[in-house]
């Protein structure tokens, strides 16, 4: 019983604020540079969720995430669909821990 | 409905698959982990599959069922939880804005799915959300991985470790480098692009230690934000 209070007290917390924007975007205005900075959220988030999450794919091991992360960066820059950008990443994981 | 209007509506949910598939190939492994982890904690099917519906928070799921195992009491398990999430805020603010055209029941259907994943193959991918029905697009994207995470925890409940086990570590790079694979070809189209991933880089790893992975993310996004509003020039968006 006292799980299904946890999920429950976990899924409210997490709705609540992915949610709320839905509501009050309509409603606001919002100036030029809250636009600019709303439209900059992406690359920022992208930043902040690779890095330094990508060396803990190994813990004990930071730089085969590193160095995965930069056979990424180089497929992806040479135009390589980001399917196969992650299957190359996955396979130098695997090839580095066997 | 003409044939022509399907016909778009078709494609969309085609290009929303393809977008969302490296989503799914992410989300498999680590679903069925969580669901190994789970059982371990001591968490029924029914729980850790209820968990995967309501929650739909990777990271959170994970620290919610180790809790949970340690016998940690449900209120700080569930502030935890807050912290670690109130990120999807800040990704909701920046979406919905990108949607604000959208009638208000997809603005609300498609916040309920929102992912860090899902947050960032779909504001990537504007060109096909800003055509018509794209709300098809964003919405095969959302379903498609809530689909694939649900069903993995109940894989991971139900078979255990099916995946062998330096596999599994292996596949555990595919949501990173998704996330670099969206940013690269954004950095090459645009250079400036990349001083605010950078930064954003840079400030959470210097913070996070301090203050926890949750607002590493929080902080790390809203001030690396906050130097696109003096680095970016309207006209190249």
Sequence with gaps: ?98 | MSLEEKQVIKMQIRDGFIAGSPIVVGYLPIAIAYGVLAKQAGMTLMELTGMSLLVYAGAAQFMGAGMIGLGVSALEIIIATFVLNFRHFVMSLSFINQIKQYAMKWKFGLSLGLTDETFSVSSIYKKQGNQAYGYFFYGTIMLTSYLSWVLGSFLGGVLGDIIPQNLSQSMGVALYAMFIGLLIPSIRKYKRIAIISIAAMLINYIVSPYIGDGWGIVVGTVLGACIGIFVLEEEKL
Aim: proline residues 7%; charged residues 5%.
């Design chain 1, 1 to 98: 019983m006292m799980i299904w209070v946890i999920i429950i007290g976990m899924a409210l917390v997490t709705v609540i604020p992915r949610i709320i924007p839905a509501f009050i975007v309509d409603f606001i205005q919002f100036p030029d540079w809250v636009n600019k900075w709303l439209q900059a959220i992406p690359y920022a988030a992208l930043g902040a969720l690779i890095f330094p999450g990508i060396m803990t794919v190994v813990p004990d091991q930071p730089y085969i995430g590193v160095a995965a992360g930069i056979v990424a960066i180089l497929l992806a820059w040479l135009r390589i669909h980001v399917i196969l950008v992650v299957l190359s990443a996955i396979l130098t994981v695997f090839l580095l821990t066997i």
